[in-house]
Every structure is written in structure tokens, then in C-alpha cells.
């Protein structure tokens, strides 16, 4: 029976890889800005208050919003990014020039359209820029969803992002990653289901693309990882950004959107400004597809427009 689950799950996932990718054209015209010496692409489409659109890692906003996007431009000026590192953006080689620089990348997107304020709304990778945005920026952010990443990663977080660096380097390969992520209702993954993922996480990327990815790894998490614990203490104490953490039962970073949850309620008693979701049976690969996750976003969206 787990094997039938194990492999169930494993081409359901793979399915849904396959028509992220399979999304046919751009769903608004490619734009392109300087910042700091680092070409980023994004698009613009709707008309409305703003929402920022941040992907996960090795994704870009076809792959990572190809479901959500259209809906919400529907009442909001959406803005779609590709992190630098990823799709049409620029990829440097150097760790130092990523980190908290993407997440600069946001706040000189907003300036380059001349957005005040922003909602943001990021998955994964985008997620702990997201979060940094806000903890580092709050004047240019109304609202933070953290999908499945953010909040306060579990130990071992940092190890795993420069496991999944070294194995890049020398295999090519995101298994570190990969493991991290597993659905947690499942047995570990077998050598063909790793060699599977990996095949879907890198698809296409030449060497050169797939070093960039290595230095994405290595630059770290921003913010998230570089504040003491008093010094993001003191900056959740400070916080007024309305929060919508969202994440599936099944997935392993659910628990750092719990852990900021509980932070938040040490810190400020009931009103900690957290809202939290949680897509029953959901992991960290197929929870963007279900109807739950754009229902949570929606609705937090428009509970709290300006």
C-alpha cells in the first residue's frame, strides 16, 4: 500500500510539473530593469492595488504563478518577476550576489514602476524573500504571503541549502533539496524517484545556469538567516504587515510557518497579524495547483485592500 501511495503521488507530481512547464507563451509582455548591474525580467498585467508575485527555486513566473496569476489580475495590478538566477533574469556565478540582494531586487522593482506599496505574495524561495522584504523593508510592503517557506526555518535549514550547493557543483544534482521537501506521509525516495525530480528541476539548464542555481543555494536565505534571534525578535515586535502563511499538511516547511506563528503569540498575545492556512493532504510540490491555495490567497487579499 505505501508503495502504491509512494508511486501515486510521485506521477501525480510529475504531472503537474509537466503542464507548469507545458504553459504555452508569456500571459503578459516581457519587461526588462537594471538592478544594480542585474538584468531582472518581469511583467505587469491587471489594473489595482499591486501584488508582487515571487517565485520558488528554479522556477519563473510561468512556472510558478501559471495558475494564479490570471485570476488575480482580474482585481489587482499584478507584477511577475523571474529571480535573478532563474528564467530570463541574469544568473551571476557569485554567492554574494544573491541573498539579501534578491530580495533588494523587489524593493528596486517597486521603484523602478513607482510603487509605493506592495502586496507580496511568494512560494518556497520566494517566500523567504518575501519575508525578508518585510522585515527589512515594512514601509513598502501591505501584506506578506509566505507560501511553504519564510517564517522561521527548522535547524539544519542552512545545511541543507549548502549540501544541495556542493551536490549542484559536483552532480548536478538537487537531492538534498529534494529529500528536505519529501512529502512527510511518505518513505524516503527511492533512487529513480530522485533521479525523476531532479530531471524536472533542472530541465533544460545548461552548466553554466546550473552554477547559478549552486550560488542561489549558497548566498542563503537573506534576512531570515542572518538575524540574530534577538534582532528578529525585535523586528516581529515591530511588525504591522498583515501575514498569510499557507502551506500543505504533507509539507516539511509548514513547520516554519508554525514557528513563526508561535513567535508571533509569544510576542504578542492573540493579535499577532497571522493568518494561517493549511491545505489538508497537500505537499510542497502539488499545493499551488489546488483550489485551496488560491482561495486562501484570494481571500486574504481582499480582506485586507487598502
Not at 529571480?83 to 557569485?94: A, N, V
Not at 523586528?235 to 499557507?246: E, R, Y
Amino acid at each position: 500500500m505505501k508503495a502504491l501511495r509512494m508511486k501515486t503521488w510521485s506521477n501525480a507530481a510529475v504531472t503537474i510539473w509537466l503542464l507548469v512547464f507545458a504553459v504555452g507563451g508569456v500571459r503578459a509582455e516581457d519587461q526588462f530593469f537594471d538592478s544594480n548591474n542585474v538584468k531582472i525580467r518581469y511583467t505587469v498585467e491587471g489594473k489595482g492595488e499591486p501584488v508582487v508575485l515571487i517565485h520558488g527555486f528554479t522556477q519563473n513566473i510561468e512556472s510558478g504563478w501559471s495558475k494564479i496569476s490570471k485570476p488575480l489580475s482580474e482585481s489587482y495590478q499584478v507584477v511577475a518577476m523571474d529571480c535573478r538566477g532563474h528564467g530570463k533574469s541574469d544568473k551571476p556565478l557569485d554567492a554574494k550576489m544573491y541573498g539579501s540582494e534578491m530580495g533588494e531586487d523587489v524593493i528596486r522593482l517597486l521603484d523602478h514602476l513607482h510603487v509605493v506599496k506592495a502586496h507580496l505574495v511568494g512560494y518556497s524561495m520566494g517566500a523567504y524573500i518575501a519575508f525578508g522584504v518585510m522585515l527589512t523593508h515594512p514601509d513598502r510592503v501591505l501584506t506578506v504571503t509566505l507560501g511553504a517557506g519564510g517564517g522561521i526555518p527548522e535547524p539544519g535549514t542552512v545545511d541543507t541549502m549548502k549540501a544541495t550547493a556542493d551536490a549542484l557543483e559536483k552532480d548536478k544534482s538537487c537531492e538534498p533539496l529534494i529529500r528536505a521537501l519529501w512529502p512527510l506521509t511518505l518513505p524516503a525516495p527511492t533512487p529513480d524517484q530522485i533521479k525523476q525530480f531532479n530531471a524536472l528541476l533542472l530541465f533544460g539548464r545548461g552548466s553554466n545556469e546550473i552554477q547559478a542555481l549552486a550560488a542561489v543555494m549558497r548566498g542563503g536565505l537573506g534576512p531570515c538567516s542572518e538575524l540574530t534571534r534577538d534582532a528578529l525578535t525585535e523586528k516581529l515586535k515591530a511588525c504591522a504587515n498583515p501575514i498569510l502563511g499557507i502551506a500543505g499538511s504533507n509539507d516539511p516547511v509548514r513547520k516554519n510557518l508554525l514557528n513563526l506563528q508561535a513567535r508571533l503569540q509569544e510576542l504578542k498575545g492573540d493579535k499577532t497579524g497571522m493568518t494561517l492556512v493549511t491545505v489538508q493532504g497537500g505537499n510542497h510540490v502539488d499545493t499551488p495547483s489546488r483550489p485551496e491555495f488560491e482561495k486562501g490567497i484570494m481571500d486574504f487579499l481582499s480582506a485586507h485592500k487598502q
